[in-house]
């Protein structure tokens, strides 16, 4: 199939590669900054992709069932930008001699939602290709869903360039089992084994058998010329027979493409410096001499190359045409024949729709338990009316509370479950439900112990990045985790991902704020979400309340960062006025504190009977507090006195309760020991925070 095509336009082919070779040299060239390696030594890579094999429209970037190609090796954009160029997507000539400055679309990594026509946020290695699992694996859950004998909606391919840095990612070799195991066989991976590294031949630090690690996955291992199109063409056609195979019947594709780094440079061709450093202006001159280019100014392209381009770019064009065509006789199948799929339909692809728990849901929102389980619970409530979710957790879902008891696991035959077993690979889950994210019609969440979110964090910060609404379940969130000991006993972690940009990080008090912390995670559709959830059962907030909260205010509260559990009593206006706020845990901990502070007077040196009126909030999300300087304010007036409570690093509370504030938090790592007994070691019971406060104000 390809092959035949490659023959019949190997010319143009190769101006096309031509061009993508002049646009990569030059931009980088001009930028002083880039990696010029991979756009020399991968343009065939990249043009058999975007003028051969895949069906995409630079017309309708965002047309469903297009392919979806990821370059995990992003540090090579430019091979993608000019690809992206010259097959017509908005993304002009202006833009590429912009290559890295400030404000361009020609980022240094290629950026999810910054420019047209690149799916993933790439340049940490191997994260890309683990997100292409992601995709993947939405394709093929997406189609269970949808596909009918006669109208077949979803069947398309992901494809990935991968470099040798990529693989030597631990995180790829978590995705790429995964991908084995589930046989997601519409993956197909160009590995560009090229020989390089940044410090020189590859054999000084990695001389395993990539081939034989990836068949030892259930991958299907192909050999090509990466700079060779027959070659090529060859091995996309077995790639794409198997992608064709029933669910399985086989795996992932790899196609282990031996290319030349630098391939044009007469200088440079094949030498590990080709990586990552600017050839110098007489080099660019040599290498476009070299390739038959006799005019040598900056950004110069052939007419033939344009013409090339603009002619095979319009073959593939009708496919999207062709989709829609489809898809309308679909949906007007549906609305006569089946409404319900229709409207299943707009559920998953509707990102306009605000998602609600029902008035019944929140009754179940009540009573002292873990917000673990209050957080299950929540789940569950939500995806009863949100199809959308998915998701699973690493081999903790008995713990993590993750499972959608009315649906089923998927599996290598059957992805109509919507539930996923990850296994034991946080690093890879995390890209992986981003990827699962970022194809549309689903929203992955995932789940473990949060002392493990530090294998997840370089996907979480991806996740904030792209601004995609990815939702991470990170339980046993103290010291509480008890015998399990200081490995399992997350200290740092909360401040950690506080300080990650763009991601909601929401730490309930008891059931009810869990589960406002649920609808409003899936409520925000530019932000990934991450929850912190105990092991331990807490106390209803409201159990020993006179005045019960509101929902209205609890849910005010996860918006502004904050809410007033109880305020200062109106009968003890000449009382000296202190202020505690605290997370998660610490809440409950905080109001039977203020309860012992209000019960009796205390003394100075010089003064006696001084009592004490103290208000208690609540901050499910302190860094939105911070983000509300109004509500801070108002909250925590800052001529009084500020206490923060909260078990773990101090770091979260800072600029919240100033340099006159306190904080009550803890510096060390954690103990192993039953959760009692932590408790009074840490000081976390009301007794010692009543002595803290104390010794702050110099009472006794």
Not at 393 to 407: E, I, K, Q, V
Not at 455 to 473: E, G, V
Request: glycine share 8%; proline share 5%.
């Amino acid at each position: 199939m390809f092959l035949k095509f490659v023959s019949d336009h190997k010319k143009d082919l190769e101006n096309i590669a031509l061009a993508v070779r002049i646009l990569g040299m030059d931009a980088v060239l001009k930028a002083k900054s880039g990696h010029v390696g991979l756009p020399l030594g991968g343009a065939e890579m990249g043009a058999l992709l975007y003028f051969v094999t895949m069906n995409h429209s630079p017309t309708n970037p965002q047309w469903i069932d297009r392919d979806r190609f990821i370059l995990s090796a992003g540090h090579g954009s430019m091979l993608q930008y000019s690809l992206l160029h010259l097959a017509g997507y908005n993304l002009s000539k202006e833009e590429i001699i912009q290559f890295r400055q400030l404000g361009s679309k020609t980022a240094g990594h290629p950026e999810y939602g910054h420019t047209e026509g690149v799916e993933c946020t790439t340049g940490p290695l191997g994260q890309g290709i683990s997100h292409a699992v992601g995709m993947a694996l939405a394709e093929r859950m997406l189609a269970a869903k949808f596909n009918e004998p006669q109208h077949e909606l979803i069947d398309h391919r992901t494809y990935v360039i991968a470099g040798d840095g990529c693989l030597m990612e631990g995180v790829s070799s978590e995705a790429s089992s995964f991908a084995g195991h589930l046989k997601l066989n519409k993956l197909i991976v160009l590995y560009d084994a090229n020989n390089i590294t940044i410090d020189g031949i590859i054999d000084i630090s990695f001389t395993e058998n990539v081939g034989k690690r990836y068949e030892s996955y259930g991958w299907n291992i192909l050999q090509a010329d990466g700079n060779d199109f027959v070659s090529l063409a060859k091995a996309m056609d077995k790639a794409y027979e198997n992608s064709n195979f029933p669910n399985g019947e086989t795996g992932p594709t790899l196609i282990i493409c031996k290319g030349i780094p630098g391939k044009g440079s007469p200088k440079w061709e094949g030498k590990p410096k080709i990586h990552g450093n600017p050839m110098s202006a007489d080099d660019v001159i040599d290498a476009k001499k070299h390739l038959g280019i006799d005019n040598t100014e900056p950004f110069y392209i052939p007419d033939y190359c344009i013409a090339s381009a603009a002619k095979i770019i319009s073959f593939r064009s009708e496919k999207s045409k062709n989709w829609l065509n489809q898809f309308n006789e679909t949906k007007a199948h549906w609305e006569s024949k089946n409404p319900e799929k229709l409207n299943l339909w707009n559920q998953h692809f509707n990102n306009n729709e605000v998602i609600h728990l029902n008035p019944e849901s929140w009754k179940i929102a009540k009573g002292k338990m873990a917000t673990r389980i209050a957080s299950g619970k929540a789940l569950c409530e939500l995806a009863l009316n949100n199809p959308k979710l998915v998701g699973g957790s690493a081999d903790l879902a008995g713990s993590n509370l993750t499972t959608l008891p009315f649906s089923s696991f998927v599996n290598a035959k059957d992805f109509s479950g919507r539930n996923i077993h990850f296994g034991v690979r946080e690093h890879g889950m995390a890209a992986i439900c981003n990827g699962i994210t970022l194809h549309g019609g689903l929203q992955a969440y995932c789940a473990t112990f949060a002392v493990f979110s530090d294998y997840m964090r370089p996907a979480i910060r991806l996740a904030a990045l792209m601004k995609i609404p990815t939702l991470f379940i990170l339980t046993h969130d103290s010291y509480a985790v008890g015998e399990d000991g200081p490995t399992h006993q997350p200290i740092e972690h909360a401040a950690s991902l506080r300080a990650i940009p763009d991601l909601n990080v929401y730490r309930p008090a008891d059931a009810l704020e869990t589960f406002v912390a649920w609808e409003k995670s899936v409520q925000c559709k530019n932000k990934p979400s991450a929850l912190l959830l105990t092991r331990q059962d807490l106390e209803d907030l409201d159990t020993n309340s006179a005045t019960p909260r509101s929902l209205e205010q609890v849910q005010d509260g996860f918006i502004k960062g904050a809410y007033i559990l109880k305020d200062f009593s109106n009968s003890n206006d000449k009382a000296q006025k202190i202020v505690l706020i605290a997370a998660g845990s610490e809440v409950s901990l905080a109001l039977q504190a203020a309860q012992q502070l209000e019960s009796k007077s205390f003394t100075t040196t010089q003064v006696d009977n001084i009592t004490l009126n103290v208000r208690v909030v609540s901050s499910p999300s302190p860094q939105l507090l911070v983000e509300h300087p109004v509500t801070l304010n108002h909250f925590l007036p800052k001529e009084l006195p500020l206490f923060a409570i909260e078990a773990g690093s101090p770091q979260s509370w800072g600029e919240i309760v100033g340099r006159s504030g306190a904080i009550f938090g803890i510096k060390s790592f954690g103990a192993s020991a039953p959760a009692g007994e932590l408790a009074k070691h840490f000081g976390f019971v009301p007794e010692k925070i009543v002595t803290f406060v104390l010794n702050q104000l110099h009472l006794r």
